[in-house]
Each structure stands twice: as C-alpha cells, then as structure tokens.
C-alpha cells in the first residue's frame, strides 16, 4: 500500500513533535512515523535517575510550557515521557507507531518513504531519528575477552543492579559523570576518562549553555571568530547527585586504560583493576542509516547541510542531531527554532512546485 502526503516526518520524540507543531500551523499535510511502541522518544528508556540539566520553564517544546514537576526542580525523564505524551494530543499530531522507516528513495519529483507498513510518498522529509539508537563503542583491545559484563549508556538503569560490585564506568562527559555519581555509593567505583574532567560552574545549566550555543551560531554566521560555544565552558553540567559525589570525593577520575584483560583493565604502566561489568559511556552516532539511499553522507558520518536543509537534497531536512543541524538542536528548549525553520522553508519549496 502507498499512501501519499506533503512531508513525511521520520521520528516521534522531540524533534520530530517540534517539527510537527509548526507544520501544522502552516496548514501543511503531514504524517509523523515513529519506531517506538509508546511516545516519548529516547525519554522512555533512560536510566532511573536522569534528570534534564534546566528547570521545566527553560525546557518546552514550542506552544506549550512544561509543567513544574512537584518537589523537582530539575524534571525526571517520567516527567518528560508525560510531557510529551501530553503534546502530541493537545496539538494532535498525527503519529503512527510503531512504524520502522526502512529507507528513502527518490522518486521523480518525489520521495518515497519505505516502511515495514507500506510506502508513503512525499515531497518533502524532516528526519528527525535522534542518536540514542545508535550508540558508539570505541575500539579498545581486549573487549572480546573480558569475563564480565559489558553495556552503553543506552543499558544502564539503576545502581542496585550493580550492588557490591567492582564497575568501571568509561566517559567523562554527562552520561559519564551521572552514572558515575549514581553508582560512588554502592559499588566499587573507577571512572576513567580521556582528559581531566572538566566541570562547568554549579551555577551553570541548560538556560545557559542554550544561550551560549545560540550566540555561537549567530556569530558563526555573521562570520565573526569561532568562540568555542559550549565546549569552552567545560563538559559536565554539575546537577546536584554529581555536585554532591563530587564534592564527597567520590568522583575522582583516572585517565584511560589501555586495554581490558579477561578480569578488569589495565593501563599502559602495567597497572589494573579488577572489574565485574564496564559500562561504556562513550556517546552516540546520528542515526541515519534510513537515508543511505539517497548517498548523502560526507565526512563523520554527517549529511552536508545548511542550517536544516541537506545540500544535495533540498526536499530533505534533518532535525535534532547536534548543532549541525541547529543550536542546540538536541535539545527540548532548543529545537523549536531549527523546527520553525524547516517547516518555513519546506512551506515556500512546495509553493514554488504548484
């Protein structure tokens, strides 16, 4: 079965619902095919304790201001599920789920958008399938010998799952930080990082790193020097449970090991440590493997584009990868802006066709 619309969005979590809300009021047609059995995106199989970096107010998706959490500050990621579970039906955007989007192809003056539930054909598509789906583990030698455990990010729920055991915890980013403080109480800790951690001011959260990768971008593009955004300020925002392990001495970090051995890791002077499960905390890849049939890849695995609109292919959009594709556009606070802008330009190329 092929069905037909003006522009296929290709993700249900916050991208692709942002992106949703301004087609909308632009008076498009439009579909939104989500993977995922329930809403929330990515919100839904995070890790018990995560919470976002800003307060509710500094954290909506465009139209609708997120509810304060009671006794929270800083929302949980249940909140957030609710909070976009609640979206889609106040502005009620049509998503089909579960729907896999098994590629793109062109097709004439069209795009032919191929799902394990039939073809859908469109003149435009907003990709916005996040990276949580695909998740990064580095090439480090010994993996495959290790007795224990091993996970990503994308596995780790809870620190009773890890009660009395010997972790090492990989990644000296957020993810990193978080779990490693989620975990300095009931186990035996090593986080190790690449570089020294570097923790941004307790003062600092999302409000400000929003400001700061907006006014990089405005700079970059009225060709002023590179300020270095929010990758000058540091790498770990200092929610509270870090704050806290921190400044306990909980969180002291190694440098990086060389390689795992059959039980733990060791480090290049001969060092080790006995481990019983390495969580790897080590990022994310865009997860773009539905677009490879249009052969737009270039260097990083990234899609060239200008602002959201991919180079070689103007009825394409991406949305929500990093601030390729906006600033701060992986954020809830900060893709509402690059979403305003796709639908914009995607309204202006379908009435240039007719």
Same mark, same amino acid.
């Given at each position: ?84 579970? =609640? @979206? ?7 998503? #089909? +789920? $579960?729907? %896999? ?5 062109? !097709? &004439? ?74 975990? =300095? @109480? ?7 990082? #690449? +570089? $020294?951690? %570097? ?5 600092? !959260? &999302? ?148």
């Amino acid at each position: 079965m092929t069905n037909a619309t003006h522009v296929v969005v290709i993700g249900g979590g916050q991208a692709g619902l942002a992106a949703g809300y301004h087609l909308r009021r632009l008076g498009l047609d439009f579909v939104i095919l989500d993977a995922q059995a329930g809403a929330g995106g990515a919100w839904q199989y995070a890790w018990d304790s995560l919470h976002l970096f800003s307060p509710a107010a500094y954290s909506s998706l465009p139209g609708r201001p997120m509810p304060v959490q009671t006794g929270e500050v800083y929302p949980d990621a249940v909140h957030v599920v609710d909070y976009l579970t =609640a @979206y889609e039906g106040r502005y009620e955007l049509p998503v #089909q +789920r $579960p729907v %896999r989007v098994k590629g793109v192809h062109r !097709d &004439g003056q069209l795009l032919r958008v191929e799902t394990g539930s039939g073809a859908w054909l469109a003149r435009a598509v907003i990709s916005a399938t996040g990276t949580w789906w695909r998740p990064f583990l580095p090439a480090v030698p010994g993996r495959e010998v290790f007795r224990g455990r091993q996970l990503h990010t994308v596995e780790y729920r809870k620190p009773l799952d890890f009660a009395g055991q010997r972790v090492v915890v990989v990644g000296g980013g957020n993810s990193g930080a978080q779990i490693a403080a989620d975990l =300095a @109480y009931d186990t035996e800790l090593t986080w190790v990082t #690449q +570089r $020294p951690p %570097r923790f941004l001011a307790d003062d600092i !959260d &999302g409000r400000a790193l929003f400001d700061v990768a907006t006014a990089r971008r405005r700079a970059l593009d009225e060709g002023s020097a590179e300020t270095g955004g929010v990758a000058s300020l540091g790498d770990i925002v200092a929610v509270p449970p870090v704050r806290e392990a921190r400044d306990a001495g909980l969180l002291k970090a190694q440098p990086m090991f060389t390689r795992l051995t059959a039980g733990g890791v060791e480090w290049a002077d001969g060092t080790s440590a006995e481990a019983d499960a390495v969580i790897w905390c080590t990022g994310f890849r865009p997860a773009l493997s539905h677009l490879a049939p249009l052969g737009l890849r270039g260097a990083r695995g990234h899609i060239p584009t200008i602002g959201t609109q991919a180079v070689d292919e103007p009825r394409l959009h991406l949305l929500g990868y990093g601030d390729w594709t906006g600033p701060a556009s992986a954020t809830l606070i900060g893709v509402g802006r690059p979403a305003r802008g796709a639908a914009r330009q995607i309204a202006e190329l379908l009435a240039a066709e007719k």
